[in-house]
């Protein structure tokens, strides 16, 4: 059984910043993406964040020059940074992987973590 775990978040101030941590667990054959997604009071879900196995990275608009992921292909895990948070960074964090759990798998299964409430205060 997979499990995505995850830590950090809470409440940070306007400015600030948030490191959130996830790592992967379980019977894992290979992790094709990791990443974060949010969502706002209100919102639909939306990509933060995620990275490829190869080190490829896509962000979101609202978070470019603010926000890094990075990965331990080794560990399972992957971190998100984020710097100068604004109101608008409010939701909950969600991880997410995208992966196969045997080599005879022949489709790639979506995990999510738990969720992460971080609220940024003015």
């Known amino acids: 059984q997979v499990q995505l775990v995850q830590s950090g978040g809470g409440l940070v101030q306007a400015g600030g910043s948030l490191r959130l941590s996830c790592a992967a667990s379980?019977?894992?054959?290979?992790?094709?993406?990791m990443g974060w997604y949010r969502q706002g009071p209100g919102k639909e879900r939306e990509l933060v964040a995620r990275?490829?196995?190869?080190?490829?990275?896509t962000y979101a608009d609202s978070v470019k020059g603010r926000a890094t992921v990075s990965r331990d292909n080794a560990k399972k895990t992957v971190i998100l940074q984020m710097n100068s948070l604004e109101l608008e960074d409010t939701a909950v964090y969600y991880c997410?992987?995208?992966?196969?759990?045997?080599?005879?798998?022949?489709?790639?299964?979506?995990?999510w973590g738990q969720g992460t409430q971080v609220t940024v205060s003015s």
């Open positions: 997410n992987a995208v992966l196969k759990v045997a080599p005879s798998s022949r489709l790639w299964n979506n995990y």
């Open positions: 990275m490829t196995e190869d080190g490829i990275t």
């Open positions: 379980g019977s894992i054959f290979s992790i094709l993406v």
